[in-house]
Antibody
Framework: EVQLVESGGGLVQPGGSLRLSCAAS????????MNWVRQAPGKGLEWISY????????NYAGSVWGRFTISRDNAKNSLYLQMNSLRAEDTAVYYC???????????????WGQGTLVTVSS | DIHMTQSPSSLSASVGDRVTITCRAS??????LVWYQQKPGKAPRVLIY???TLHSGVPSRFSGGGSGTDFTLTITSLQPEDFATYYC?????????FGQGTMVEIK
């Protein structure tokens, strides 16, 4: 069974930093691209970052570019999100999600963690 | 960036109703369109990918259509467990933006 478990969320002051982790199990982690998606309280979903299996391709949403860094350690079956210069508007539940590609246009986020809450407030 | 617009933002419907949600992309995304369902306090789950392919285990009352810029998600006979928020997302390029969501509520 595919499992993704996020950790590392919590309360942080504006301008501070936090590192989120996502522990993966039940599949060959290195073969899958991974993503971070966030959801502010009462709001919609926001895709924020992507990394492919060998970390040779990385992308970010403009809202986090230059402040957040995605990384992975395939030996530890783990995905990370280093968040710096945090702002109040970064307050959200952060999900890690696995990419699945079926066919030429069948790319989607097929497995999600339960999410970890990050609150940026003084 | 490609902007995704869903309509309506919310709707009220009864069990057994036919419901259609629309998603429009700001530029052509071919059929790189996914529909997710999310219930309160839970992670989203995929319903439809490639604009019209039903994901494994998803009931056949869900269907997707469209290509280019205009897409639809249809629920042919709404069931109690279908009351949730629905999101479209494009996977044409990055950023892989989501629509703002459509909340389906009980009438």
């Amino acid at each position: 069974e595919v499992q993704l478990v996020e950790s590392g969320g919590g309360l942080v002051q504006p301008g501070g930093s936090l590192r989120l982790s996502c522990a993966a199990s039940g599949f060959t982690f290195s073969r899958y691209s991974m993503n971070w998606v966030r959801q502010a309280p009462g709001k919609g979903l926001e895709w924020i970052s992507y990394v492919n299996g060998d970390s040779s391709s990385i992308n970010y949403a403009g809202s986090v570019w230059g402040r957040f860094t995605i990384s992975r350690d395939n030996a530890k079956n783990s995905l990370y999100l280093q968040m710096n210069s945090l702002r109040a508007e970064d307050t959200a539940v952060y999900y890690c999600a696995r990419d699945l590609l079926l066919g030429s246009s069948g790319l989607f986020l097929d497995s999600w963690g339960q999410g970890t809450l990050v609150t940026v407030s003084s | 960036d490609i902007h995704m617009t869903q309509s309506p933002s919310s709707l009220s419907a009864s069990v057994g109703d036919r419901v259609t949600i629309t998603c429009r992309a700001s530029q052509s995304i071919s059929n790189f369109l996914v529909w997710y369902q999310q219930k309160p306090g839970k992670a989203p789950r995929v319903l439809i990918y490639g604009a019209s392919t039903l994901h494994s285990g998803v009931p056949s009352r869900f269907s997707g259509g469209g290509s280019g810029t205009d897409f639809t998600l249809t629920i042919t006979s709404l069931q109690p467990e279908d009351f949730a928020t629905y999101y479209c997302q494009h996977n044409y390029n990055t950023p892989r933006t989501f629509g703002q969501g459509t909340m389906v509520e009980i009438k």
